[in-house]
């Protein structure tokens, strides 16, 4: 089965909307993380935002947000605002405590095109 | 502060040559991953080292694959003989080990291989 999974391959979002990637999740480890990267069209994979198994809150970092349900297994980044410069593949990831070397697993990513 | 380096940037070479790809981890990181990028198969982990040691080697596809870290400061992912399969985008990443409830790596910019 797979660990991450996101359902949307491909999506596009006016310039100034918000858009909201979706990303679910598979562990029985109590103690997780979960992370998402962007990989604009240069390649490198740039960390976005983070939001931990035990966290209270739902993770923010400044246009990025973390819409977080537990009980789903649901990890879903916001990008409120979007802008050009957002238009790049979008990577959810998971880290599980119990995983030895706490190593990453991703998803197969969406690609998010902004339209001006 | 400089990120992760990696070089070459590029690479094209013919099957059956070797292929040696480096890596230059944050000063200070002491785990360091090595993965490759494809369309077909998205983010795969190959091998993993902890503190200059080896700890998961399972996601390297076969013996022609062969990783070292020698140092805290240099890794080497190696590819004899290549093949045409070997095409992809290979990512070396750092993260500081031990903070075990936010492990974020940090991803070179990638090194992209074209075996003829």
């Known amino acids: 089965a797979q660990k991450i999974t996101q359902t949307q391959p491909g999506m596009f979002v006016q310039e100034k909307e918000a858009v909201t990637l979706d990303c679910t999740y598979d562990t029985s480890d109590p103690s997780y993380g979960l992370f998402w990267y962007k990989q604009p069209s240069s390649g490198e994979m740039i960390f976005l935002i983070y939001q931990g198994s035990y966290d ?3 993770a923010t970092e400044g246009r990025y947000s973390l819409n977080f349900q537990k009980a789903r297994k649901s990890a879903n980044l916001v990008i409120s605002a979007s802008q050009l410069g957002d238009s790049a593949m979008y990577f959810c990831a998971m880290r599980e405590a119990a995983a030895a070397g706490n190593k990453l697993t991703f998803g197969g990513g969406t690609r998010v ?4 | 502060d400089a990120g992760v380096i990696q070089s070459p940037r590029h690479e094209v070479t013919e099957m059956g040559q070797e292929v040696t790809l480096r ?4 000063s200070g ?23 200059n040691v080896p700890i998961d080697d399972s996601g390297m596809p076969e013996d022609r694959f062969s990783a070292k870290m020698p140092n805290a400061s240099f890794s080497t992912l190696k590819i004899q003989p290549s093949e045409p399969r ?3 985008v290979y990512f070396c990443a750092s993260r500081i080990l031990g903070r075990a409830s936010y492990n974020e790596q940090f991803f070179g910019p990638g090194t992209r291989l074209t075996v003829l």
């Not at chain 1, 095109?113 to 001006?116: A, F, T």
């Not at chain 2, 990181?29 to 503190?51: A, D, K, P, V």
């Open chain 1, 56 to 58: 209270q809150q739902n």
């Open chain 1, 113 to 116: 095109l902004v339209k001006p």
């Open chain 2, 23 to 26: 890596c230059k981890p944050i």
């Open chain 2, 29 to 51: 990181h002491n785990s360091l991953f090595w993965y490759r990028q494809t369309m077909m198969r998205g983010l795969e982990l190959l091998i993993y080292f902890n503190n």
């Open chain 2, 86 to 88: 070997d095409s992809a």
